[in-house]
């Protein structure tokens, strides 16, 4: 029993196989993606790093389950995504993941608090709202707008609003967007600690060069393939991050 238990502790969270995904226009296809093969550990952090068109946010559509492939094949532990009906693919999004994006997404009329508490409300067994804005720093902020906030603390709701449904991935699109670099700092180093202190397994995709060293793999991609899978065997602080 020790050794299945330890067989499925060491299996990949995820695992990408050959993955493409061709979008048509009209009478032209265009293959935004290009048999991706990767697999992502339980726990980790990892960084996805590529211009734009070059099919990151593709792949990170594809491993949240908004997208399937047109070939290949996406699991997520012993079940496999891409073969998934659109049922079982919400119940996935919606249990098991949490997403974060460039615009926060926050409901203007309701206080951080209510966005949070929001997606409390779609899963079983939800973190408390206020816990989770007490976890991104912002428990005395409960109260107020998103008007009211700066660009960094309605990210932080964001990703409280993603902490509170308890998810086992984060995926992280372009994060650090709309910031400027102190911001940006912040809230990096947030994910940061909260894959260290949560275990969540957290991915995150940008277009600067500059982020890429935050985590310990970094995927780069281009022309939506993947060039390269590189180890980073020294992590940078977020607060040594500078662009």
């Known amino acids: 029993m020790v050794a299945e238990t330890g067989a499925v502790l060491d299996m990949p969270l995820l695992r990408v196989e050959r993955a493409s995904r061709v979008y048509r226009m009209g009478d032209v296809e265009v293959a935004a993606l290009s048999g991706a093969d990767l697999a992502i550990r339980r726990g980790e952090f990892l960084v996805i790093l590529g211009p734009s068109g070059s099919g990151k946010t593709t792949l990170l559509n594809v491993i949240g389950g908004m997208d399937r492939p047109t070939s290949g094949r996406v699991w997520y532990g012993d079940m496999e995504l891409s073969a998934m009906g659109a049922v079982a693919q919400t119940a996935y999004r919606r249990d098991s993941v949490g997403f974060i994006f460039q615009f926060y997404n926050l409901v203007p009329t309701l206080t951080a608090y209510e966005n949070v508490q929001v997606a409390t409300e779609l899963v079983s067994s939800p973190l408390d709202p206020s816990e ?112």
Not at 189 to 215: D, F
Not at 228 to 243: F, L, P, Q, Y
Request: charged content about 20%; hydrophobic content about 45%.
């Open 132 to 243: 989770a804005l007490r976890l991104v720093g912002l428990a005395d902020r409960a109260g107020h707008f998103p008007s009211q906030l700066s660009g960094g603390e309605q990210q932080r709701v964001a990703i409280a609003r993603a902490l509170a449904k308890r998810p086992e991935l984060l995926l992280a699109d372009e994060p650090t967007g709309a910031l400027d670099l102190q911001t940006a700092r912040g809230v990096l180093g947030l994910l940061q600690e909260l894959n260290r202190s949560q275990g969540l397994t957290s991915v995150l995709i940008t277009h600067n060069p500059a982020i890429a060293g935050i985590a310990k793999r970094t995927v780069r991609m281009v022309s939506g393939r993947i060039a390269e899978i590189r180890e980073n065997k020294h992590v940078i602080a977020a607060k040594d991050v500078t662009w």
